[in-house]
């Protein structure tokens, strides 16, 4: 079936540091490709998406790029902050999967300043 | 306005006890789920209405059932209560069953004593 897998946390990185969030998907046919962002104690937000191959998806400084060739989806920030602290979640969405979205487990971010 | 919002935030409640949360959605959209996040921070699927219809069950003991009275809405009732039922409970909602992205509520935090 289809999965996701998302590089192991936590993720320590010092404030304007380079961010690599690593993820790799299986999955059949074409799916589109989201990351969501959990702040302490809230729900999920969307943070980005993309939904064929090479799209790239952007916001809040936040780049991802769908790479069919690699079943890749890394997320990558140029300079991160204190406030970016969270845990990302990469996922998937089939296009015959009822809207069903699959997650990886989750790459917890602490930023330090 | 809260898009999707759910309520309790924080529900403690004993061993064999019944609850429900309730979900509701102001999206306008057609398509409700309910996901479990567990202790590791891990997103499963557990249910999705389509315009009040169940579409996806994805092998939940049949101590919880979902109910759309309608497609704004959807409760999720637990029946006798486990500890193994302790976990974070999101309410999520999407345009349609296609692959697009689902929006979330801010959870609900079930504590089984």
């Known amino acids: 079936g289809d999965s996701v897998t998302q590089m192991e946390g936590p993720v320590t990185l010092s404030e304007e540091a380079f961010l690599t969030i690593n993820c790799t998907y299986t999955?059949?046919?074409?799916?589109?490709l989201f990351w969501y962002v959990q702040y302490p104690g809230e729900g999920l937000q969307l943070l980005l998406k993309?939904?064929?191959?090479?799209d790239k998806g952007s916001n809040k400084g936040f780049e991802a790029t769908y790479r069919k060739e690699t079943t890749s989806f890394h997320l990558e920030k140029g300079s991160v902050q204190v406030s970016d602290s969270a845990v990302y979640f990469c996922?998937?969405?089939?296009?015959?999967?009822?809207?069903?979205?699959?997650f990886g487990q989750g790459t917890e971010l602490s930023v330090k300043p | 306005d809260t898009a999707v919002s759910q309520t309790p935030k924080y529900l403690v409640t004993q061993m064999g006890n019944d609850k429900s949360i309730k979900c509701e959605q102001n999206?306008?959209?057609?398509?409700m789920y309910w996901y479990k996040q567990d202790s590791k921070k891990f997103l499963k699927i557990m249910f999705s209405?389509?315009?009040?219809?169940?579409?996806i069950n994805e092998t939940v003991p049949n101590r919880f059932s979902p109910k759309s009275p309608d497609k704004a809405h959807l409760n999720l009732h637990i029946n006798s209560l486990e500890l193994g039922d302790s976990a974070v409970y999101f309410c999520?909602?999407?345009?349609?069953?296609?692959?697009?992205?689902?929006?979330f509520g801010q959870g609900t935090r079930l504590t089984v004593v």
């Open positions: 999520a909602s999407s345009i349609g069953t296609g692959n697009t992205e689902a929006f």
């Open positions: 999955a059949t046919g074409y799916p589109s």
């Open positions: 993309a939904t064929k191959a090479d």
């Open positions: 996922a998937l969405n089939g296009r015959f999967e009822g809207g069903k979205l699959i």
């Open positions: 999206l306008g959209h057609d398509t």
């Open positions: 209405y389509n315009n009040k219809e169940l579409i």
